[in-house]
């Protein structure tokens, strides 16, 4: 490779295909970015004192204009053909549903990743189909915003974030040419794209992964969703109530912003994992209510105390004052 | 009085009573601010080079140092009779065991008000026991950390929030001067309290209120603690899952840092409207659960369609892209 990833084609350019886009660009670390999908785009209005003046009107793919890709093709199979590495980056759904068609389009050599927030159903369903000699390694960059679209895309959400990487059968075993020109594996060059971009690679097996996202992500969304909604219902039944929500109620339901078509998809995808967090969460729930109920300081603080110990783990809680 | 409050009397100087404290000096708002509580202070240490070098550690109490009163005193009765308006900032529990002795030493033309974050409970105990010509307002300044005690305290915390007011039965009757000269309601006088220290203040019953905040602070607080308590659990039979924690699992459990003894004086003294919006969460929290078990994507999006107008209705959902 000339620079860097080579050519990249991303399928499926919103807010995470649409930000990595933008982070390789910025960093000058592809030949040439190909965002594949549909051509959205946003009418420009002609400027008459500018080298186009008086042409009238024309469309500029969204994804480009904003700089998250070179440029947009509809029709994919030519860009996987051409790419040396393709992240996958449209929904969960239907890049689990596409498997069977697109992954047969990749060539020999091809390292394919994605962005999923699900990593069982969808590694599994592109290895099942992956051609000869091209290698999938399973990818979730752990960021994001509460909304989606390439608009909300930015390269300033990835420094920092974890990456968590799930290496399927090829990964480890099919080599070639790195950024450095040493041969490297699938797994290592996608590892080097999540460092390059300064997130935090950090590899395990795909039901590893969602497990830990059950806990770590995935329920904190039911809840936030539930409390929010759950809001709603009290203020209709005690009118005023949301007008005294201060500013732990808007932190608590922040990602209670976040889209339901995309939620359906993660949950539906790792639903036995869901289901245990869901059911943790309600037992710790009982606890406290048990423990209210009966003006029981000692089962109260004990639980207050688990809490406290999670924050510390995820840096939440600090010491003194500031 | 000769400037704003007169002599202002602030009964336990934490977090919030200190708050307050500081901004009725910084504001010049009381001839005098007296703080009542244990003599909580920081060795300081001597320093050799000041005007009192040499002279060895003393003690200066740590509300004055901070400047949040004038001075302290631990004996409530002289403080109290000479106070023109008394401020209840101590815990909820002792807030209502203290009533039959405190309420008593109070001298007629006092204005009493508090800052209980439950309200028909403190009301209801110190309306019982004031003597004639004493008038209480119960107030809630809706302002906090996740952690308690006067090191915390700002008058930084108070501009911008509500302050809700429960007037007792005295409280629109007894008239007295207010900060103009002109003569004033209590309710009138703390209401020109709360607005001249920046926060908004809006009058309600003590039901009222109650209920309302079991919504709005009572609830989310009791779900944030759960949901980071049952992430400790999930991460003790999937160890990895703390450590793929993000920015969405520290916002939603932000709350669940505040200390234990804080929530539970609040929860005991509001229980029937606790539990009534633990019902409203849990029958939410029942319906995206059988949503995502069934698959039914109309369902869920009802529920995120809730989510999001509670969201809408408190500031926390905007339109587009920043």
Do not use: Y
């Amino acid at each position: 490779m000339s620079s860097g990833f080579g050519t990249v084609a991303i399928w499926g350019v919103g807010l995470i295909g649409g930000s990595i886009g933008m982070a390789l660009r910025q960093r000058g670390l592809a030949d040439e970015v190909i965002g594949i999908g549909r051509p959205a785009t946003r009418a420009a209005a002609a400027d008459a004192s500018g080298p186009g003046g008086g042409a009238g009107a024309w469309e500029v793919p969204e994804a480009v204009r904003l700089g998250a890709v070179d440029r947009m093709v509809t029709d994919p199979a030519a860009a996987l053909a051409r790419a040396d590495l393709v992240i996958l980056a449209m929904p969960v759904q239907p890049m689990i549903d596409l498997a069977p068609r697109a992954a047969p389009l990749l060539r020999p050599g091809t390292v394919v990743t994605d962005v999923a927030s699900v990593k069982e159903a969808v590694v599994a369903a592109w290895e099942r189909h992956l051609p000869d000699g091209v290698a999938f390694v399973g990818g979730h960059p752990m960021f994001g915003r509460e909304r989606s679209g390439v608009a909300w895309a930015s390269a300033d959400l990835i420094p920092g974030c974890r990456w968590v990487l799930t290496p399927g059968q090829r990964a480890v075993t099919v080599l070639k040419a790195g950024r450095s020109g040493a041969e490297v594996s699938p797994l290592e060059l996608v590892w080097d794209l999540a460092a390059a971009l300064g997130a935090l690679p950090v590899v395990m097996s795909p039901a590893e992964h969602d497990r830990r996202v059950a806990g770590a992500s995935h329920l904190p969304q039911l809840v936030a969703t539930a409390l929010a909604a759950a809001a709603l219902d009290l203020d209709e039944t005690q009118p005023g109530t949301l007008e005294l929500a201060a500013g732990g109620f808007r932190d608590a339901t922040r990602i209670a912003d976040s889209p339901a078509a995309l939620w359906h998809e993660i949950w539906a995808n790792n639903r036995p994992a869901l289901r245990e967090a869901v059911a943790a969460f309600r037992g710790v729930l009982a606890d406290l209510e048990a423990a209210v109920d009966a003006g029981d300081f000692g089962a109260l603080a004990a639980v207050f105390e688990r809490a406290h110990a999670a924050r510390r783990r995820v840096g939440g809680r600090t010491g003194g004052p500031a």
